[in-house]
């Protein structure tokens, strides 16, 4: 029984080598599918990063054109105020010089009676 037991050891050990083998390849498929998994969570991750980027420029360009609407509306808003306070300038140069012309007409009137005085002196 000896060569029986040998045998029956050697075959038991081939039977240990062969699921051991099997084993390790079960392994290396699940390492490969990872590797590829990763892979492709790598490629995901990537691809999420350049869509932030754009998202960012994109927000960057959003916040500039809400600076330059804002920019925009003071400036109308600076200009309109720009445009009542020379109207309301100019409104009161004109009654000025309204007042003025009335003045060097009462002047002139003044300064013909004055001369009418002086002739009848």
């Known amino acids: 029984m000896g060569k029986k037991d040998r045998h029956e050891k050697k075959l038991q050990v081939y039977n240990e080598l062969q699921k051991n083998e099997e084993e390790r390849l079960e392994v290396i498929k699940e390492i490969e599918k990872n590797e590829l998994a990763f892979d492709e969570f790598h490629d995901v991750m990537l691809k999420g990063k350049q869509l932030l980027d754009e998202l960012s420029h994109f927000w960057r360009g959003v916040e500039a054109s809400a600076f330059l609407n804002d920019t925009e509306d003071t400036l109308f808003e600076t200009t309109r105020e720009a445009e009542k306070a020379f109207q309301e300038e100019r409104e009161c140069l004109e009654n000025e010089k309204k007042i003025l012309y009335e003045q060097e007409l009462a ?15």
Do not use: F, V
């Open 107 to 121: 002047l002139n009137k003044q300064y013909a009676q004055l001369r009418a005085n002086k002739e009848a002196l």
